[in-house]
């Protein structure tokens, strides 16, 4: 499978080509050879790579709609300061900068003379984003306009510097940048060509790219008679060329080359490093003559000391299982947001949801479905116990944290801490809190007919005791309903009393002059089966997780969709003859010969173990196959008789889509008895999470 992936990852594998031709321009293999060829490599030829970095990146943002963004900047501008400080010790000995001139080499220049790159491409990224909203036609004219003028002042300089009126331009450029390759002039062409990705023929490409080097050959060496070149990094035909030469490319890629795209970035931070050590170790030995005026020898040498530091520092990168090795959950945030969306339309207008991210989310991975909430304007979250409230705040959830289990009163300097909000059980607890002297948020629990915890409704007394307790600072009334989602009509009396009973004791609170703050007592049933409430929230567990506890109409009709998917390997497939036996009890016994696949994900992951013996099933290259004999721990069986493709690697689906098929949560939790809330919460800690 990773042969497959990585074969024809023609844009990662020119990327290792482009760092060595980066280390021929620092290091000038052919110069003992001759002049001019030295100049057609390195100042012609070599003048690819840079161009080619910057299409990669303007093509991969691009593609990601420039959503990504923020991640590359991010990880280059992390990149530019590990180079920065791998070079100081050069700089040092150098002499240094002074301050001023530190944060100028720093923002515009780069602090030695490989590192121009990385300020150029952040700048540039910015650049190229803000042009990209004007459509393309008009960005690509604005950048090759700023690119035409970058030209003026560098392989055009003698031009450009004979005018009276640009010969100021540019010296007013160059105070703050070195060369006009380093400001707004060069990057954000490449970029944005990058992401325009052109794509022709691979003759037309290949001709095209032949045609536009030997151009770029011709007009370089006459750029070069002429002596107008104040720096080589810029040709009129370099952008038509890389055109061509990225078409080329993109025209075998497919797939990705981690390992070469990180070696890449390696070799192009490392080889300043093994130009200095090898001319300081040839020195040292005496074999100067040889390692540094033999300039073949010289650039072997830097680039054979480059590669074995590169490969040296990426071994020791730390390497992680794949989540989606064994057994693992797919988690979809799109639909968990489409399912906020959902839901929040079905609410009164100012009553907000709470997103209920309990139990790990119920299983989905609290962090990523708070984190993913939070981005997109959520700010109430709720959850069953202080560990978990904490682990929300670590995580960057800021707002409000509902904790609607019990705390011990001796935990309130954690709440306080945390700035958690605590339910208040009963009376008695809120009297602990209280007691525990420290000021705390908490909301009070009211108990209209559950009978579990909460006040009693009616006990309007213990109420007004509670919103006078100094400690506690009543910031919300709630109650749960426990009949919601039944369909029968007493079950439907039952909630209209469990609501009047609530807003009566809210009513009463107003009425007496205390503030009951923000109600709340819709839980998923409530909002999928009630009109919309006078309420300020609306605590929704299960139903943003797409699927419904019992039954998948109520949450099919409203257009939830499931956000979990669980999925396995097949670990290996075996044949069984009629009449023998497999697993633990020889449960199953063969009545036909049968193909017989062992799943990677057993009990221990949280599945029910009488789903087997239950008609349970999965999906594997889209097709429905029986589970049978005993689930064990690990592993279970699945009879792929009827499945003659199914091959050992093969994606095994537990919960949700393959093809044309799906397995809903809720039909796994009904075979068990049980439902979605119970199956879910309790997959296991040991499956690997994928979120997409
Ligand atoms: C778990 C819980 C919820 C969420 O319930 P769902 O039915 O999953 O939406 C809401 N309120 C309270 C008090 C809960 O304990």
Known sequence: MSAARSKGAALDRF???????????HTSPLSSIGGGWDFWLTRVLARAAVPFFLMVSGYFLARSEWKSTGRFLKKTALTYLAGVALYLPLNLYNGGYGPLEWVRKLLAEGTLYHLWYFPAVILGVFIARGLSRLGQPAALAIAALLYLIGLGGDSYYGLASSLPGPAAFYQAVFVLFGYTRNGLFFAPLFLLLGAAGKRWSQAVSLTGTALLLAAMTAEGFLLRALDWQRHDSMYLTLPLCMIFLFSLLLGQNSGEDKRARRLSLLIYLLHPWSIVLVRGGAKAVGL????????????FAVLGLTLALALALDALRPIRPSPAARAWKEIDLEALKHNAEVLRSRLAPGCKLMAVV???GY???????????QKDGADAFAVACLPEGIALRRAGIRGLILILGYTPAEEAPLLRRWRLTQAVADEDHGAALNAAGVPLHVHLAIDTGMRRLGVPAEDTAALARLCGMKNLRVDGVFSHLCVSDAPEPSAKDYTQGQLARFYRAVDWLRENGYDPGGVHIQASGGILGLSPQPCAY?????????VGSEGAADSVEAGLRPVLSLRARVACVRRLRAGEAAGYGLAFQARRDTRLAVASIGYADGLPRELAQRGGRVLIRGQSCPMVGRMCMDQLFVDVTDAPDVRTGDMVTLIGQDGGLTIRAEEVSRRCGTITNELLSRLGRRIGQVVR
């Open 358 to 360: 309990k139990a790990d």
């Open 538 to 546: 609306a605590r929704a567990g299960i139903a943003l997780y797409g």
């Open 288 to 299: 100067g003559a040889l390692l540094v005026e033999k300039s073949v020898v010289h650039f």
């Open 363 to 373: 299983g989905h991975g609290a962090a990523a479905v708070a984190r993913r909430l």
């Open 15 to 25: 990327r290792l080509l482009a760092a060595v031709l980066v280390v021929c321009i």
